[in-house]
C-alpha cells in the first residue's frame, strides 16, 4: 500500500554546522542558531523524500512485474517466473535433446552418451590396428613395391660419382666425386689448421676464437688507456695509442733535459721515469742565469748603492756575478750587500774596463741585495755593470 503521511516540505537550507559541534552535540545554555535547524529540516525532508521515491510497496512482493520472493526452499517459486517449457532442440535451434547409446545412427536431433563415444573409439582404436599392421607391412618392403622407375624420381640427372677419398677432399681439385659430412670437415680442417693447437682458450670454432682474441686485445686498450691516461682512450687503434705514448715519452724526455738530465724518446718509460729522481729540487749555485739588475755611476768614496735591490726567493746557496771599472786614477771598490749590510768579499780594481767578479753567496728566503760601490776620490767615478743571480733551479730571484 502507499505511503499515507506525505513528507513535509521545508525548502530553506540554512547552515551545515560545524564538524566538532555534530560530534559533541549541543551543550547547556547554548543557543542554537535558526540556520542549524534549517540545515536539519531541510536535509531531513529531502531524505524522507528520496526513501518514499525509490521505496518498493510491500503490495507489489511476490506478483508478476513486482519484487519476487523466496519459498521455503530458499529459490523463487515457478509461479512468479514468467517462463514457459524450452523447444526440442535442432542443428539450428537449442532447446531439449534425446540421449542415444548408437554408434551408427545419422540422427542429427540425438545425442550421443558417454557409452556411445566409448564404443565407438574401442572400433576405431581396433582399425586403427589393423592398418598399422599393414603400414609397418608396407614400409618395411624394400622391394620397390610400387615399381617406381629411375625415371619417375628423377635419377637420370644424377651424375653416378663415387664419394671423394680424404686426400681428394683435402685437395679440392677433382670435379667427378661427392663429398660426405665427414670430407667436408677434413677438407675445411686442411684449410684452417688444427684448432687443437690453438693458443686461446675457445677451440671450438674459429669464431670463438677470434671473438676471444678481440676481447684480449679490447681489453688490453683498456687497461693500456687507463693506466696512461689523457690522452689515450680505448676506442684508439693500437697504432694510435704508440704514437701517443711515444709523444708523451718525447715530451717527458725534453721537460727531463731542461732540467738537467739529458734524455731522449728512445729511451725506455722506465730509463726516463728514473732520471726524474735526478733532478735537482735543492737550490744551489750554478750558471743558469735568473735574473740581472743594473747598475750606475756614482763620485764617492764612501760605500753607496749603485743599482736596484734584487730579493732571494729559496734558501741556498746562489752565485752572484758583477763587473765594475773605475773612471779616474786610483782604484774604485765594490761590495754585494745583503739586506742593507755588507755581506759578500770587497773587491776592488784600478782598471778603466771592466771587470767580472763571481763569488757563491747563502742565502734564505726574502734577502734582499744589492751592489755598493766607492770612487777612487771625489771627482773620479765608478761604474758598475749588472748584478746578476744564477743557481740550479729557478727563479732564483726577481
Not at 678481440?214 to 690522452?231: E, L, Q, R
Amino acid at each position: 500500500m502507499p505511503f499515507t503521511h506525505p513528507a513535509p516540505d521545508w525548502n530553506a537550507q540554512g547552515a551545515e554546522p560545524p564538524e566538532s559541534l555534530r560530534t559533541n552535540g549541543w551543550q547547556i545554555n547554548q543557543k542554537p542558531p535558526a540556520d542549524y535547524f534549517n540545515w536539519f529540516f531541510y536535509n531531513s525532508a529531502k531524505a524522507i523524500i528520496e526513501l518514499q521515491l525509490e521505496a518498493i510497496n510491500i503490495d507489489q512482493k511476490g506478483v508478476p512485474d513486482g519484487l519476487a520472493t523466496l519459498g521455503a526452499d530458499g529459490k523463487v517459486p515457478a509461479s512468479q517466473l514468467n517462463v514457459s517449457a524450452p523447444p526440442d532442440a535442432s542443428t539450428t535451434v537449442k532447446g531439449v535433446v534425446q540421449l542415444s547409446n548408437s554408434t551408427t545412427s545419422t540422427s542429427e536431433a540425438l545425442a550421443a552418451t558417454p557409452k556411445a563415444v566409448k564404443d565407438a573409439k574401442d572400433g576405431l582404436s581396433a582399425q586403427i590396428g589393423i592398418l598399422s599392421g599393414d603400414l609397418s607391412t608396407h614400409t618395411t618392403n624394400t622391394s620397390n613395391p610400387h615399381s617406381v622407375t629411375k625415371t619417375q624420381v628423377g635419377l637420370g640427372s644424377v651424375e653416378n660419382y663415387a664419394v671423394a677419398t680424404q686426400a681428394e677432399a683435402q685437395a679440392g681439385t677433382v670435379t667427378n666425386k661427392y663429398m660426405t659430412p665427414q670430407r667436408t670437415k677434413q677438407a675445411i680442417d686442411s684449410q684452417t689448421g688444427d684448432r687443437s693447437t690453438l693458443n686461446t682458450t675457445a677451440k671450438t670454432t674459429l669464431v670463438a676464437a677470434i671473438n676471444e682474441l678481440f676481447t684480449f686485445a679490447n681489453d688490453g686498450k683498456t687497461k693500456w688507456s687507463s693506466v696512461i691516461g689523457s690522452p689515450l682512450v680505448s676506442t684508439d687503434t693500437f697504432a694510435q695509442m704508440e704514437t701517443k705514448t711515444q709523444t708523451i715519452k718525447n715530451t717527458l724526455a725534453a721537460n727531463l733535459t731542461a732540467k738537467g738530465q739529458s734524455s731522449v724518446g728512445t729511451e725506455t718509460l722506465t730509463a726516463l721515469v728514473n732520471k726524474v729522481a735526478s733532478i735537482a729540487t735543492t737550490p744551489s749555485a750554478g750558471d743558469f742565469l735568473y735574473t740581472s739588475k743594473p747598475t750606475g755611476s756614482v763620485r764617492n768614496t764612501s760605500m753607496v748603492k749603485l743599482g736596484g735591490d734584487t730579493t732571494i726567493k729559496y734558501t741556498g746557496v746562489a752565485r752572484i756575478r758583477f763587473k765594475f771599472r773605475t773612471g779616474g786614477v786610483g782604484t774604485s771598490f765594490a761590495r754585494v750587500y745583503r739586506n742593507g749590510v755588507p755581506y759578500g768579499t770587497q773587491r776592488s780594481t784600478s782598471n778603466t774596463t771592466d771587470v767580472t767578479f763571481t763569488e757563491d753567496l747563502s742565502f734564505n728566503a726574502g734577502d734582499v741585495i744589492a751592489l755598493w760601490g766607492a770612487s777612487p776620490s771625489s771627482t773620479d767615478y765608478i761604474f758598475g755593470g749588472n748584478l746578476e743571480v744564477l743557481g740550479s733551479i729557478g727563479p732564483w730571484a726577481t
